[in-house]
C-alpha cells in the first residue's frame, strides 16, 4: 500500500505545470487560445521532452512572446509555425514532419528498442547454452 502512495504522488508531481506567465496572456482570448494550441506544439530546445507551453526555460518564454507577437501582428497559426521552423529547424515541433532529415527522430527509438531486445534474446540464449553445458559436465 505505502508502494502505491508514492506511486501516486510521483504521477501526480510529473502533471504538467503551464509555464504561460500571466503577463504574456493576450487580452483577445480568440487570438490567446490559437497562441496556447500553437505552444503546445512547439518544442521547448532548451527542456527537449516539454512544449514551449509547460517550460518554464528563458526560450521558451521568448518563443511564446514571439507566437503571441506574430499573432497580433495578423499572422495565420501556420505562417507562426513556418516562421518558427525556419529559425530552429523540423526539431521545434513536438511532431516534426516524416522526412529524410527527421527519420531518426521518428525510427531511432524504435531501431535502438530492437537492438536492446535483439541484445536480451542472445544474452539469454547464451546463459541457457552455458548452463546446459555447466549440467552436462557436472552430470
Not at 14 to 34: C, N, W
Not at 35 to 55: E, F, M, P, T, W
Not at 61 to 77: F, K, P, Q
Request: proline residues 4%; positive net charge; glycine residues 6%.
Amino acid at each position: 500500500m505505502r508502494y502505491l502512495i508514492v506511486i501516486l504522488a510521483l504521477v501526480m508531481m510529473a502533471a504538467p505545470v503551464y509555464a504561460v506567465d500571466p503577463s504574456e496572456i493576450l487580452k483577445d482570448p480568440v487570438l490567446e487560445k490559437r497562441a496556447r494550441a500553437i505552444s503546445k506544439g512547439l518544442r521547448c530546445v532548451v527542456c527537449q521532452n516539454q512544449s514551449i507551453d509547460d517550460s518554464d526555460a528563458q526560450l521558451a518564454r521568448d518563443l511564446r512572446v514571439l507566437v503571441r507577437e506574430r499573432l497580433v501582428a495578423g499572422d495565420s497559426d501556420q505562417a507562426v509555425v513556418d516562421y518558427v521552423v525556419s529559425r530552429y529547424g523540423d526539431f521545434v515541433l513536438l511532431r516534426p514532419p516524416v522526412k529524410g532529415a527527421t527519420l531518426v527522430l521518428w525510427f531511432g527509438p524504435v531501431v535502438i528498442a530492437l537492438i536492446g531486445i535483439i541484445g536480451l534474446v542472445l544474452f539469454f540464449r547464451r546463459q541457457k547454452k552455458y548452463a546446459a553445458e555447466i549440467n552436462r559436465d557436472i552430470g
